[in-house]
């Protein structure tokens, strides 16, 4: 890397408690420790130079050591994990662009990221960039745990947990691939470092208040929202029936 070039770099923000899956990053039914399959999946990513653990838990630490990964020890009072990912990037002043990679998401594929990092390469104006994917079963358009977005010129217009955009002659198509209904926002982010370490000072907004949706905050104040598209959405381990059938799709393409 040449002197004074800025480095791409993914934080994983790690937490031991969790209600429905405590102790979650540290489950090792496959032989390695869950916070292990979220970092070697996104060393796969062609543009990062760093990929970082970040955690309040020294339980989580050793582990991240013991498989050679990079860990870095965090305040416990952080309110979310873009908090903890800003403390982080505080220390690291070469940061240029930050990836936000949940810690419960092994799967995640290194071209997303890298997808992610393209956007704000491609657009310098918007400070922080997100994805999204086509929704194909109505029931997710009608769930309001289901975050929408709606967007134009790859650049975010609204998040919603109702179904957006509405479709006033009634009940939107969900059958052709070519033409989706709507798009499913996904909890992936990638930062400018200046940015990500200002976020955090911009005042809470009504609509976030209504949505409970952190990102409206940035549209709010009139940033905008770089916003690409992936066909599939990776599979996050919330329960312990997510993380068994994450056991068993490792099991599959590791046979012995």
């Known amino acids: 890397m040449s002197a004074g070039k800025m480095e791409n770099v993914a934080v994983i923000p790690a937490r031991f408690a969790s209600t429905r899956l405590p102790g979650k990053p540290l489950l090792s039914d496959t032989g390695k420790p869950l916070i292990q399959h979220v970092v070697e999946a996104a060393r796969r990513a062609k543009s990062l130079r760093r990929v970082i653990v970040a955690t309040d838990d020294e339980r989580i630490a050793d582990a991240v050591r013991r498989f050679g990964g990079e860990v870095a020890m965090t305040r416990a009072d952080h309110p979310t994990g873009t908090d903890r990912v800003a403390e982080v990037v505080a220390t690291i002043p070469e940061a240029g662009i930050i990836v936000n990679v949940q810690g419960d998401e092994p799967e995640i594929d290194g071209s997303t990221i890298d997808r992610l990092i393209t956007l704000l ?136």
């Open 121 to 256: 390469e491609e657009d310098p104006d918007a400070p922080m960039a997100t994805l999204a994917t086509p929704i194909r079963d109505e029931a997710v358009y009608r769930d309001p745990s289901c975050v929408k977005v709606v967007a134009a010129r790859h650049r975010a217009l609204y998040f919603s947990r109702s179904p957006i955009p509405h479709h006033r002659d009634g009940s939107p198509d969900f059958s052709d691939p070519a033409a989706p209904a709507a798009f499913l926002h996904l909890g992936l982010y990638a930062y400018r470092r200046d940015f990500l370490l200002t976020v955090g000072t911009l005042p809470r907004s009504p609509l976030e208040a209504a949505e409970k949706l952190e990102q409206l905050r940035v549209l709010e104040a009139g940033l905008p929202i770089a916003l690409g598209f992936v066909d599939e959405p990776s599979i996050g381990v919330d329960t312990p029936d997510d993380y068994r059938r994450f056991v068993d799709r490792w099991r599959a393409r590791n046979p012995g």
